[in-house]
């Protein structure tokens, strides 16, 4: 996808710095499109969710500038908020009150005229299948209806503009590829703009038009999945011999493809020069040599490939260190803001 | 919708939230009334010797007390009120309603509407009991309503008290540990004896600087004496005074907490 269409969110040098803490973000430029669905992909503690606040007008930057969609983050903070939706990490949501009750809340506050407000909030939860559990209490929902609801919410004024800060953290399978149907149906039918923030390779992957990757408050690469991995290069392919006996004699016909590269004990792994298209040859090769198989893969370069090439580091795994945890909903640092 | 409006159907749908909040907190709404008629059931019966004490203003030592379970309740609306907005607060429920077009005043006012609330019912509850067991009503129909405002009056202060200690902190369990520190107060006041009748020269003079003394001497004056302009002018002075400080100091809070730009 294009960003040279009109930038939903633009953010230059964007700087967050925490009381006695490192900066959680460390100038961060963005460039996201209108209809674009942008996945921010990086470990706990990478600057994902601070990036979120700043760009909802939560907290403000340190230095630097964003706009969303339009408006500057700083200076226009209502107008901001009226183009946006924002689902922050963990379903915010009162478990003492239905989802009914949520949602005639949230129309009530965004303004909906009185006789909108029942019937966008019944066609919102009835959009993301939670209808028939309206009227029951959020603190018995499952973690996915939370989190469903907890996007119904986020819709209510029609935003342009949708934030989703790890929105299927915790959430079964089947939850996540509902909740990723939802998002890819708004973005196409409906050309709102998401801004992802995940530490899930395969939702970046699956859902995302680009993915921004971020490690310690900075994005070390940018692009769309297929290109961030093909930067990073070919494919590998890794051979179990059979017989153990038989693991030198079956380097040196894979080693005939590409290089020698990371592997299990009872594996050989080589990077094909050639692409994936030379694993044909491969298996003719090794059908020559007489050498039998026990199992044979081929390794498309994943996103978290493209990680480990880009920081040294595997994304499973690279958490927040000690005093970089991002802020938690709600506990903010405190600071002096405009009257609300 | 014009600015009045949305701010009316704010603090309306908030208001709702906060009642429905609290009706459905039986754990949060059973203490609150079982607790302070608790005292008030041992306290008139172990202390009404005190009466024959030279002085004591009423034979009935329920009439005499039946104004601080008044006190109590509304100290329980700094627990529920504080705790819930501490709640929302760690649940990132704040930010959610940070995120709509809420104006501060709204947020505040909808948070007090649960305690104002339970206040009232407590308030019903005290003065029936205090009925049932024979009190004295002396300033009357009148009294009663007048006893009715200022109980929530206090119950607004200290609603808003809560309010502000949650946006201070943030946390729930410091707005928990507020409690015990605020019935110290309850308990170096006039709330058990007149303070001309405290011997201990301390404590009579550290009740004559607290401010709940003249919330309850206010309230007593209506069930012992009838209409007594000093003790209520001082009664309703001091509580509207706290109500306005801690109104004030939570909205500069709520200010600092929301540092939406």
């Avoid at chain 1, 030379?278 to 298996?283: F, G, Q």
Wanted: include cysteine.
């Amino acid at each position: 996808m294009s960003v040279s269409r009109v930038a939903s969110i633009e953010a230059d040098g964007l700087v967050r710095e925490f009381k006695k803490g490192p900066r959680a973000v460390d100038g961060i430029d963005l460039r996201i499109a209108s209809g674009e669905i942008y996945g921010f992909l990086g470990p706990n503690g990478a600057g994902k969710s601070t990036t979120t606040l700043m760009l909802t007008t939560l907290l403000p930057p340190t230095a630097g500038s964003a706009r969303v969609g339009g408006y500057d983050v700083v200076k226009q903070g209502p107008q901001v908020r009226g183009v946006i939706g924002a689902a922050l990490q963990e379903a915010a949501l009162d478990p003492l009150l239905t989802g009914s009750e949520h949602m005639r809340l949230q129309t009530a506050l965004h303004g909906l005229p009185r006789e909108e407000r029942v019937t966008r909030g019944a066609e919102l939860l009835e959009r993301v299948g939670l209808a028939e559990a309206a009227e029951r209490k959020v603190g018995g929902y499952s973690g996915g209806m939370k989190r469903r609801l907890d996007l119904a919410l986020a819709l209510v004024h029609r935003p342009r503009i949708l934030f989703l800060d790890e929105p299927t953290t915790g959430l079964d399978i089947q939850s996540r590829t509902a909740l990723w149907d939802e998002v890819s149906r708004l973005a196409a039918d409906d050309g709102v703009t998401v801004f992802l923030t995940t530490q899930y390779l395969e939702e970046a992957d699956v859902l995302a038009d680009r993915v921004g990757i971020i490690d310690r408050g900075r994005i070390v690469a940018e692009g769309t999945p297929a290109q961030l991995k093909s930067e990073i290069g070919r494919p590998s392919v890794e051979v179990i011999p059979l017989e153990a006996a038989q693991r030198e004699a079956l380097a040196a016909v894979l080693e005939r493809f590409g290089e020698r590269s990371e592997a299990s004990s009872k594996a050989v792994a080589v990077r094909l020069r050639g692409g994936e298209r030379e694993l044909a040859e491969v298996v003719r090769a090794l059908d020559a040599a007489d050498i039998a198989v026990e199992h044979i893969q081929l390794h498309a370069p994943s996103l978290d490939d493209v990680f480990l090439a880009k920081t040294g580091r595997s994304l499973e795994g690279a958490g927040a260190e000690p005093g970089e945890a991002e802020p938690r909903p709600g506990a903010l640092e405190a600071e002096s803001g405009a009257a609300v | 919708m014009s600015g009045e409006r949305q701010l009316a159907t704010q603090v309306g749908y908030l208001a709702r939230r906060s009642v429905v909040r609290t009706l459905r907190q039986p754990a949060q709404v059973v203490p609150a009334f079982v607790f302070p008629l608790f005292l008030l059931a041992v306290n008139t019966g172990g202390l009404a010797r005190a009466t024959r004490i030279p002085g004591f203003p009423t034979h009935s030592y329920l009439t005499f007390v039946l104004a601080v379970p008044f006190m109590q309740g509304a100290l329980f609306s700094v627990m529920n009120a504080g705790t819930d907005l501490a709640r929302d607060i760690e649940s990132g429920f704040l930010n959610r309603l940070a995120l709509t077009p809420l104006r501060g005043p709204a947020l505040l006012s909808g948070l007090l509407a649960g305690a104002l609330a339970l206040g009232f019912v407590q308030a019903l509850t005290y003065v029936l009991v205090g009925l049932a067991a024979g009190a004295d009503f002396a300033a009357g129909v009148g009294g009663v309503g007048v006893i009715f405002a200022l109980s929530l009056l206090i119950t607004l202060g200290f609603g808003a008290i809560g309010l502000l200690a949650a946006l201070r902190t943030g946390s729930g369990e410091a707005v928990q540990g507020l409690f015990p520190l605020l019935f110290v107060f309850l308990f170096l006041s006039s709330g058990s004896l007149p303070r001309n009748l405290i011997h201990t020269a301390w404590f009579r003079e550290v009740a004559t600087y607290n401010p709940i003394s003249y919330l309850i001497e206010a309230i007593r004056s209506l069930l012992i004496s009838g209409w007594n302009a000093q003790a209520l002018e001082l009664g309703f002075g001091i509580a509207a005074a706290i109500a306005a400080c801690a109104m004030l100091a939570a909205s500069a809070a709520l200010r600092s907490r929301l540092a939406r730009t």
